[in-house]
């Protein structure tokens, strides 16, 4: 703990116990940081894997018991205030934020033939919008002369297609766009901006059938968990990773489409 400095970390899209976000956040707050997260339960609902309204009370008592401060807030990223809203609570409950993990994601399946405004307007405001501005905002009120980090959660677009992903890939993609561009305009301030793709993870979504048809792509034979991208997230805002900037890592276990 002391070697870390009382560091906090922002982490958005946290509503699942079996999700990445909140791996993120066990992984976290068993090195020490302390954790401030957001959760939309409205848009968990209406997905197939749907959730427990008390999930993300769970979770933070969980992370407590691990001895760091913890706080956390629904918020809609849909909503142009929302940034805002987010870094002024972080500051007032636990102190200006070290780190921001970027992990909140709308996606819905649609492809050229159903993709409505309506739906290409939701992925914008939530995968490229909100991750934009909490990224700005975050950068404008980094305090310190060094050891900023910023991780934004990809999805591989520029690995291969995504067939029936239309909107997801094509607002995903631009996260990659915006990590290399904003790395070069945080790097003076002392903030590295990466970017992280998982692969395919088993968070509750996948069938059996599905797990059996992805696992032959795997290398090592499993699937990939959440904990796999959480550790590799916990290396990016160590201060061993201090160099590391622009980056878009594919941490996905050799996975082969």
């Not at 079996?18 to 209406?46: M, R, S």
């Not at 980090?149 to 993609?173: C, D, H, W």
Request: glycine share 8%.
């Amino acid at each position: 703990m002391n070697e870390l400095k009382e560091k906090i970390a922002i982490i958005t899209g946290v509503s699942r116990l079996k999700g990445i976000g909140a791996a993120i956040c066990n992984e976290l707050a068993e090195a020490g940081y302390h954790v401030f997260f957001t959760y939309w339960t409205e848009y968990d609902k209406k997905m197939p894997w749907s959730i427990q309204l008390d999930e993300p009370i769970k979770l933070k008592e969980e992370l407590e018991r691990k001895g760091v401060k913890v706080s956390c807030m629904e918020l809609d990223l849909t909503h142009i205030e929302a940034p805002e809203q987010l870094l002024n609570r972080v500051i007032d409950q636990l102190g200006y934020p070290d780190i921001l993990i970027n992990n909140a994601a709308y996606s819905t399946n649609n492809d050229f033939s159903n993709l409505t405004a309506e739906e290409l307007d939701k992925h914008y405001m939530v995968n490229v919008r909100a991750t934009t501005l909490l990224s700005s905002q975050f950068a404008q009120r980094f305090e310190k002369q060094s050891g900023g980090r910023i991780v934004n959660i990809t999805s591989g677009q520029f690995q291969g297609p995504m067939p029936g992903e239309l909107a997801y890939a094509t607002t995903k993609g631009a996260v990659d766009a915006l990590t290399i561009t904003l790395s070069a305009e945080l790097a003076p301030l002392g903030i590295t901006v990466n970017a992280i793709n998982p692969g395919p993870t088993d968070t509750g979504w996948m069938t059996e059938c599905i797990k059996e048809e992805l696992k032959p792509m795997f290398p090592f034979g499993r699937i990939g968990e959440p904990k796999d991208v959480a550790k590799s997230i916990k290396f990016l805002v160590s201060d061993e990773a201090d160099w590391i900037t622009g980056q878009i890592i594919h941490s996905e276990g050799g996975f082969k489409r």
